[in-house]
């Protein structure tokens, strides 16, 4: 099946450092991605949808300049949380429209991020 | 705009009793249907799905939803529970094809007595 990757699974920062999340596609190419945010015991909000060389469409209320994403290959899209903040702390989640001819999308393991 | 309900928070099953999750979306056009369940310290999992033909759908587990349109509803069923159901599930909707956006519920919280 397809299979989606996340990196780091857990990162602890200071307070004002930014962290790079990884999200891979390893056995297909995603044209779409997209990354949510979990927060304990909550649902998953849609944070924005990532496109393949072009730029992100963020959902209303998600701060673009905060929450950089870059989705360079068909197999990879980065989201960088900039001078990240306690409140940022959260469960990021990630998954990529499947591979041609299966449509459905699949969900990485998520990045557990706390922010000191 | 799309949203996804979930009315129950959290509910308490003995094992082997009956489970009925409720779902009811709006949107007045033509959506896809899923649920996903979220094991303790595991990542998404899919369920099952519904994208058009037979409104019953049979995914994984045993678990099965039936779509109702006229009612915007996607109910989760399974008709005998068991302790290792114990997890978080939610209802989702999307657009058209995986490359839609999914709007996902509130979730519920299912605890299985043993």
């Known amino acids: 099946g397809a299979v989606v990757s996340q990196h780091p699974s857990r990162v602890i920062c200071k307070s004002g450092t930014s962290v790079k999340i990884e999200c891979r596609s390893l056995d297909f190419q995603a044209t779409t991605m997209f990354w949510y945010r979990q927060f304990p015991k909550k649902s998953l909000m849609l944070m924005a949808t990532s496109n393949e060389g072009s730029k992100a469409t963020y959902e209303q209320g998600v701060e673009k300049d905060k929450f950089l994403i870059n989705h360079a290959s068909l197999t990879l899209s980065t989201l960088t949380v900039t001078s990240a903040h306690p409140e940022d702390s959260s469960f990021y989640i990630c998954?990529?429209?499947?591979?041609?001819?299966?449509?459905?999308?699949?969900f990485g393991p998520g990045t557990r991020l706390t922010v000191l | 705009a799309q949203s996804v309900s979930q009315h129950n928070h959290h509910v308490i099953l003995s094992e082997a009793a009956s489970l009925e999750l409720g779902c009811n979306y709006s949107y007045g056009g033509t959506v896809n249907l899923f649920w996903y369940v979220q094991y303790p310290g595991q990542h998404l999992q899919l369920l099952l799905k519904y994208f058009s033909g037979d409104p019953l759908v049979k995914g994984i587990k045993g678990f099965e939803a039936e779509f109702i349109k006229s009612k915007f509803s996607f109910n989760l069923r399974k008709p005998s529970v068991q302790w290792s159901d114990t997890a978080e599930y939610f209802c989702?909707?999307?657009?058209?094809?995986?490359?839609?956006?999914?709007?996902f519920g509130s979730g519920t919280r299912l605890s299985i007595r043993p």
């Open positions: 989702a909707v999307s657009l058209y094809s995986s490359a839609s956006k999914i709007i």
């Open positions: 998954s990529a429209g499947g591979p041609v001819g299966v449509d459905e999308q699949f």
